[in-house]
């Protein structure tokens, strides 16, 4: 089986404290640090499972600046067999339509059975494996946790919804997934890991290799953009309780016995 | 001015709480707007479900077939994508069948797409200004959205405050528009979520842990403050991710609806899927290192700790 596995770098939300710049422009980029989106790293998992289970290849691509090289050696470190990268000035600024656009225009240079993404990203916006698969006219499932692949022409998969419970549905080949995260326990990846695929050549595309015309993608062609970046005037909300670790525990069992917390 | 629908979710007939919300972010986009109801369905439970949208909005088109007894988001889109002006802004609950259903069919009907919106400012010309989040709800974003050609949204569960007042709409069946709904996605059955050891739902006090207790190793200590305050333990999704509580154990849209009188949120940022499982107001504790966790702006008392030093300490004091 043929797997493309499309995964983004993104600011690690588990890690950074996320500041909006003085200007609302954007957040403040200097200190962050990035990884692979966490959705992305169980698709990853997931197609090389697929693939050890049932033979084919893995292929990860994303679209970024030559930062982004980093996720895609990553997941080769993983285990995925290529990596392809799509760079050009003319992405800038692109919507999930645009990317969505690239995505499919190296997924029509290849001949992909499953092609798989992160449920969301950065932008929890969850919107370019569904785009892409009604361009290309691909059967499509979100929120995927489960996949069987058997030998047949259908697969099998899962998906999380309200409660905890999971839909099962069948599904023709080719087809796109978006994977939801604890589908499964993405392996580690060490230092030495990343080393041995430092060397591999990961190819670059641009739009005139991907015959994109400028107007397609971008800032553009974006229907949607973002103006800028704010804090929102909130409530109260929480009383924050000072003083020493000692005397917010005197507060806290205060307030606990008074609201029936503890018995 | 563009025609405004809103997709009603439903579940045997009966109308989610999503669909008065729509019909308020439906007048945020035009107060003076013709808003139509799609309702889609089998037998009596979509009779059923356009009573229901019928209180809430003027028109309700019914949509009425077999293989739309169970929702497709593959069928639905064929569907919507038949039936639906080019040039109409759509309104999708972003639940887990609006993820599935409307990225693809902005794509179908050549619409602009905004995704997750939790607030609408107002339409400037064609160009509509809404609110979204981003990183995990620790940034909001002012998005213009270019409805010239269309467009489809899904909004946010429980961004929108419904308003009183019924109306009494009329319902048209528009079954026999319906062409080919064909999908190469079949449903086959739905799994319910299994039942744990304990039950998170019926549960006082929780001891909820995320993130912030970083090692499989360090549940124990959550275990042992859970004891020593009479509470059950509970978590968020990534404790569940990463396998070192069951699913059972799970807060939130895709885990538990709990309602207890106390909830402490130790290491949980607090996201709205989390959020979306905690009904009831209950009384919540947040601790978090990071002062700047959107779950201080929905806690009743914060302390801004570590809870690997702050559990222990308060399991101390507390035996």
Redesign the interface.
């Known amino acids: 089986m043929e797997i493309l596995v499309c995964v983004k770098r993104v600011p690690d939300t588990a890690e950074n404290e996320i500041e909006i710049k003085g200007d609302g422009t954007d957040i403040e980029r200097d200190d962050l640090v990035y990884s692979v989106n966490e959705w992305d790293n169980y698709a990853t998992e997931e197609a090389i499972q697929i693939r050890d289970n049932v033979g084919g290849s893995v292929t990860v691509v994303t679209v970024g600046d030559d930062e982004a090289e980093e996720v895609l050696r990553r997941q080769m470190a993983m285990g995925a067999d290529k990596g392809i990268l799509l760079s050009d000035d003319a992405f800038e600024g692109s919507d999930g339509r645009g990317i969505a656009t690239i995505l499919k225009a190296i997924v029509k240079k290849g001949s992909y059975d499953l092609i798989l993404t992160g449920a969301q990203a950065d932008d929890g916006a969850a919107q370019v494996g569904g785009m892409l698969a009604a361009m290309l006219d691909l059967p499509y499932a979100s929120l995927v946790n489960k996949v069987d692949v058997g030998s047949g022409k259908t697969i099998k998969v899962g998906r999380e919804i309200e409660g905890g419970n999971q839909e099962m549905s069948e599904i023709e080949l080719p087809c796109v997934l978006s994977i939801q995260t604890g589908i499964n326990e993405p392996r580690y990846v060490g230092i030495r890991g990343i080393r041995k695929v430092a060397s591999v050549e990961i190819p670059t595309h641009g739009a005139g290799d991907l015959g994109l015309s400028a107007d397609s993608v971008g800032t553009g062609a974006a229907r949607v953009k973002r103006v800028d970046y704010f804090t929102p005037e909130m409530g109260a909300g929480a009383e924050i309780l000072e003083g020493s670790i000692e005397e917010k525990i005197d507060k806290l069992i205060e307030l606990l016995k008074a609201k029936g917390g503890l018995k | 001015m563009a025609q405004i629908f809103a997709y009603i979710a439903h579940k045997g007939g009966v109308v989610d709480d999503s669909a008065a919300e729509l019909a308020v972010a439906a007048r945020k986009i035009d107060a003076a707007a013709e808003v139509t109801a799609i309702v889609t369905g089998s037998g009596g439970d979509v009779d059923k479900a356009c009573e229901g949208a019928a209180k809430l909005y003027a028109q309700v088109w019914k949509f009425n077939h077999a293989d739309l007894a169970y929702p ?3 069928i639905v ?1 064929k569907l919507l994508t038949d039936v639906l002006p080019k040039d109409g802004i759509v309104l999708i609950p972003h ?3 609006g ?10 009907l050549d619409s ?5 919106v939790v607030g609408i400012d107002g339409m400037d010309g064609a160009v509509m ?1 809404v ?6 709800g ?9 409805t010239a ?1 269309g467009a489809v949204l899904t909004l946010r569960p429980g961004s929108f405050q419904p308003e009183n007042g019924a109306v009494s709409g009329s319902v048209t069946d528009k079954s026999g528009d319906i062409g080919d709904i064909t ?11 299994e039942t744990g050891d304990v039950d998170i739902t019926k549960a ?2 929780l001891v909820s842990v995320g ?1 912030g207790i970083e090692d499989q190793d360090n549940i124990g200590i959550a275990e042992e403050l859970a004891e020593a ?3 059950v333990v509970s978590c968020s ?2 404790i ?4 070192w509580l069951e ?2 154990r ?1 807060v939130g ?5 709990v309602k207890p ?2 909830y ?1 949120a130790l290491g949980i ?1 607090g996201s709205f899927q989390h959020l979306g499982g905690l009904k009831g107001s209950p ?4 601790v978090n290192k ?3 966790a959107p779950i ?10 570590d809870i690997l ?2 559990m222990p ?2 399991t101390e ?2 035996s």
């Open positions: 497709n988001a593959e889109r639940d887990t069948f993820m599935d259903l409307a990225p693809g069919l902005a794509i179908k602009a797409y905004a995704p997750d200004k609110v979204r989040q981003e990183f995990a620790m940034a909001h974003a002012h998005v213009t959205c270019d050609a999908a190469k996605r079949r449903f086959l059955e739905v799994v319910e979520a006082d006090v993130r305050m009479g509470a999704r990534p569940v991710d990463a396998k699913k059972s799970q849209t895709s885990g538990k609806t009188k106390v402490m940022s009384f919540i504790v947040a990071n002062p700047k201080f702006q929905v806690a009743d008392v914060g302390i801004v700790e030093e702050f300490a308060l004091k507390l």
